[in-house]
């Protein structure tokens, strides 16, 4: 192994594996659970699932087929309002960046991450054989307006995955305009708050809005994300990105179907904002804009975590997010009755 093992790249050895969510499978046998009995509330997927349409949509797909991504952009483009030649898909939302990261990142260069947020940002840049800065946020989340000179790439979640607040318009507006590199605004919980920013990517030659079906749409499973490029960006991310953008027939279908039942994932999203607020007013959560909840623990988080997980309740315990301590912890919000196994366990263990 040596031998060949020195042809790895150094950069990664300063990586660190991302951590996803549990599953059902891994806590069923820890803990001698039955499936059906485990309530997952770690990985902010949608409760309800997607439209009825989707299956029905993909029980037509042709798996020996090539995709034809064209339709699926043409959908996007009607949702958004935004013409096609601006609208860019991948394999998921970290598809999405991992094209773009290639496109703007490289040895030498820095991008600009306000921890704790989504990990990959920093796994990316770091692929990339770039450097990442980590800028704290204050004690209400809020995010340091300083950009270091010669940032290349500069992260934005909004809402922020974990800690759940937005950043306002004038915020990014102040952003973009303090940098020549690019501002990715990651809109991937949008749908579950007051107000997209969507509308600065036409104002901004520099201003990247991420988007992903995998929450509001219900479809973490098909790995499905997009983007709203300025054109020279796009065009260019056309140049770099994967055959047929990485996406599948099955998942392309399921995006065309979501997006003509918006009804339905408007209807979801209500019941799911409607059952935070809830969660929120139990729990005296930090007021939050996604799909779910920030709580500040007593106990370690990876106490409260492994209680949880002992009595069937999958939450996140967010030691893995750079800056976010170890007395943290998110919960997704589910359907009523699994919000209320949460409650009922949180309110034991949390005395």
């Known amino acids: 192994m040596e031998r060949y093992s020195k042809n790895l790249r150094p ?86 960046m991992d094209t773009l990261t290639r496109l703007f990142l490289g040895p030498g260069d820095r991008s600009l991450v306000h921890i704790p947020t989504f990990s990959y940002y ?15 946020r204050g004690p209400e989340f809020q995010i340091d307006m300083d950009v270091p000179s010669g940032t290349k790439m500069v992260f934005l979640c909004s809402p922020n995955n974990p800690t759940g607040n937005v950043v306002s318009e004038s915020e990014v507006q102040e952003v973009a305009e303090k940098t020549d590199g690019i501002v990715f605004l990651d809109e991937a919980y949008i749908d579950f708050a007051d107000k997209s920013l969507a509308d600065l990517a036409r104002s901004h030659e520099n201003i990247v809005i991420g988007r992903t079906m995998s929450k509001a749409f219900g479809l973490a499973g098909m790995r499905l994300g997009y983007a709203i490029a300025p054109e020279w960006v796009a065009d260019q991310y056309r140049r770099a990105a994967p055959p047929f953008f990485g996406v599948t027939c099955a ?59 002992k009595r069937g309740v999958i939450i996140r315990d967010c030691r893995s997010f750079r800056g976010a301590g170890d007395h943290h912890i998110r919960v997704t919000v589910g359907t009523p009755e699994q919000n209320r196994r949460f409650i009922e366990a949180y309110q034991s263990i949390c005395k």
């Open 11 to 96: 950069c990664l050895s300063q990586l660190k594996p991302y951590v996803a969510g549990k599953g059902y499978t891994e806590i069923s046998r820890k803990y001698g659970l039955k499936p059906g009995d485990i309530v997952k509330l770690g990985s902010n997927e949608n409760p309800y699932g997607p439209s009825p349409k989707v299956k029905e949509a993909m029980a037509q797909i042709s798996p020996e087929r090539y995709p034809e991504p064209e339709e699926l952009i043409e959908a996007l483009s009607k949702y958004t309002g935004f013409p096609e030649e601006q609208i860019i898909i991948g394999a998921g939302m970290d598809g999405v």
């Open 251 to 309: 998942s392309v279908a399921a995006g065309v179907a979501a997006l003509q039942d918006l009804g339905y994932m408007q209807r979801t999203v209500s019941m799911i904002r409607s059952e935070r607020q809830r969660l929120e007013k139990v729990t005296q959560a930090h007021a939050s804009q996604g799909n779910f909840i920030y709580l500040a623990t007593e106990d370690t988080s990876a106490e409260v975590s492994e209680a949880m997980l």
């Open 122 to 136: 920093e796994i990316l840049t770091r692929l990339a054989g770039a450097e990442p800065i980590a800028s704290k």
